[in-house]
């Protein structure tokens, strides 16, 4: 009786004809080649040095810019102010682009802040109010509290509150400066003695989508800016007697509007005190050229339909006459090894070598921790060892390559090609990416969407509708009902023959 060693051994030898060799060599090619052509065509285009982008404690990037109202403040203290009025400006938005308009977007921020100096991506903590979401307070770039929803205004102030005590930052609302409500509590570890202490405003761009394509979108970002007009300031808890100062963190008053028209920065007269702002502080995108390190992954669509050719092809060798159920189990191993070991070193190559060509040019590169990093290369030669061998059990079931490869890559590599550009509606391409095989591609991606930042979380933007393990999970299930099924179909083993490949075979 033939063992499963030696019917993979045979699978293995049958497998290992030059044609399906160069395939696979071409396929690890395609990535790496296209992946450090992509990596080395991207430069900076500062004048110079670019300044480098902001970074947390954790050295994650981030976006860290606002106008600040500042001072001291020790390790117990607190800040009150009342706040009357957050008004905003808006840059040529849809439907004309021909006007500038009065306005805020929905995560325009003013309120008050306490922050490790003025260091971009020092932590901090802040509570405000936004365009659109009501009183927020947050924390060290990734961390949103709600608070209570409604706006601002002189007939109907919010009352804000920050108080420390140490390393933790309670933040409180009020709609008459004598009825406290408890927003939220952080904990910013290793704070300092003294920390600055202040009235903030900060707007990030205005985000429209553009169609494209068969319903698909692209993304347009204009300038806005925001800001607060504050008053009955009061600080307990002083760490000196400096006084108040303005400051910007970040960089402002380069634009045209800013310089014709408003400036950023902070203005106090006769008690009240007015912030104007540009920008964000929150966890850091692909907004201002950063790149995410599974960009370097555009030669992963060829890759897969060579692999899913060469898979396919195999697997019908001979139109699979007299398979055995063990025979195509390990036909399905050799197939899905292979394929595997191919993803790891193209892959392995690409990310690590590409995101330091990226830094090289200049081009900033989104940071992950090394696991994340880990189950990119490995995540990703397994759905790509995954998509072989279900591509090995269409082969099985529909005998024919002319028959199987259509199916095959209809149903992998299509939904997978046209999600990656802006060609589809957002919700068909979510679609797409949550029922079929494509899904386990999702383990290619580590960029986070977040709810407090604007951004469009897409699948053509690199969001990917479900987490990298459920995207995985489907997949597994195609391979698993799949391939199971066409092993129910083949008699069981009765022997030791074997199979002899046909020469009409692909070399």
Known sequence: MTTTHERLRGEWTRFRRPGRLIAMGAAALAVVLLGLLYASGNRASCDGTCPPAPTARDGSRVNDQFALYHRDLGENGSITVRMTSMTGTITYPPPGHDRIVPGLVPWAKAGIIIKDGLRQGSPYAALMLTGSHGVRMQYDYRHDIAGSAGGVSAASPRWLRLTRSGDTVTGYESADGTRWTRV????????????????????????????????????????????????????????????????????????????????SGAVEKDGTVTVTGVGDIGPGGTENGNRPVEGTLGGLSLALLVVLVVAVRFATAGGGAGLTRPELAARAAVVGAVTFVTGLLAVGITVPAGAAILKGNGIPVLAVPAPTTVRVVVGTAAALALAAVLAVALGSLLRRARFALPVAVLAIAVPYVVTSVPLLADGLARWLLRVTPAAGFGTRQTLVPYPQVTAHYAPSAGYFPLPWWAGLAVLCGYVVVLLGWALTRLPRADGDAAVAEPAAAWR
């Open 184 to 263: 939220g509590s952080a904990r910013l570890s290793g704070l300092p003695g003294a920390v600055r202490v202040g009235l903030f405003a900060t707007s990030p761009g205005d985000l429209t989508l553009r169609r494209a394509g068969l319903g698909g979108a692209t993304e347009q970002v204009r300038f806005t800016q925001a800001g607060g007009v504050f008053d009955r300031v009061e600080v307990r808890g002083g760490a000196s007697s400096a006084g108040w100062r303005a400051d910007i963190v970040g960089t402002m008053n380069e634009t045209e509007w800013e310089r014709d028209h408003r400036a």
